[in-house]
């Protein structure tokens, strides 16, 4: 396999219930340094496809490679970073934004973390009194602890208002410049105005298109009148 595939899906086929596939004979690769976007319509697929990367669940059908690895074989876990669609109450935190932080890595790394993503003000706050949008910063905070080579990001810009929307994108744009992006998201705008190649799941043959064709197969993808 070419060394710049960091992530390789061969045929890959998944259903939750039995004789029922969501997704169907699915192949693709992200390369190093990708800005890659996931789309399509509620249902598709896309956050079940980001827990399968993630070996969360397991395909019914084909293989999925990261780093060159099957992933069944693949250890190196401090070099993927996740951030999902939603924090659930049940995954909560106890303590300050900077306990929470400092449990994840160490004092410069966090330090980095801290001004990179402007979290000054959040510091001394409670993680139960933080909105939903400063969660979900502070999730992507998390993600960025163990410097990851391929960051998964589950709708990044939900919940979160337009200054925060404006400065997520930002910083995602400079994480892309050295890392590999990876990032569901219902946003044509973001995903047009950063994707090198977006994915589209929901059609009967999933297509990787560049962001400039994107529009030419929208009512395929989400059955748009012309
Ligand atoms: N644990 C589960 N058990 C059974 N069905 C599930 C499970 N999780 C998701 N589904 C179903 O699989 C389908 C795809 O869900 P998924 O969350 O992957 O879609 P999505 O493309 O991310 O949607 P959205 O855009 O709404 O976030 C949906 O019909 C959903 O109800």
Redesign the pocket.
């Known amino acids: 396999m070419p060394v710049e595939e960091v992530i390789r899906v061969e045929d890959l086929s998944f259903g ?2 039995k004789g029922e596939l ?1 997704i169907q004979n699915l192949s693709f690769h992200v390369r190093r340094g990708e800005f890659f976007g996931i789309m ?10 980001l827990k399968i990367l993630l070996g969360f669940l397991k395909p019914t059908h084909g293989r999925v490679f990261l780093m060159g690895k099957p992933l069944e074989k693949f250890r190196e876990w401090h070099r993927i970073g996740y951030v999902p ?1 939603r924090w659930t109450t049940e995954r909560s935190f106890t303590g300050t934004v900077a306990e929470i932080l400092r449990a994840f890595a160490p004092k410069e790394r966090v330090g980095w973390i801290i001004s990179f993503l402007h979290l000054e003000h959040l510091l001394n706050r409670q993680f139960n009194k933080l909105s939903g949008g400063e969660q979900q910063k502070l999730m992507l905070a998390i993600a960025l602890t163990t410097n990851p080579d391929i960051l998964f990001l589950d ?1 990044p810009l939900t919940g979160l208002d337009i200054h925060a929307q404006e400065h997520i994108e930002s910083v995602l744009k400079e994480i892309a410049k050295s890392r590999t992006v990876v990032v ?1 998201s ?1 946003d044509i705008g973001f995903v047009m105005r950063n994707a090198t190649r977006v994915l589209c ?1 929901g059609m009967p043959s999933c297509v990787v298109v560049e962001p400039h064709q994107f529009k030419d197969i929208m009512k395929d993808l989400y059955g748009l009148h012309p």
Request: no cysteine; net charge positive; aromatic share 6%.
């Open positions: 939750y219930r969501l399509g319509p509620n249902g598709a697929g896309k956050t079940t496809l669609q709708e569901v219902h799941l």
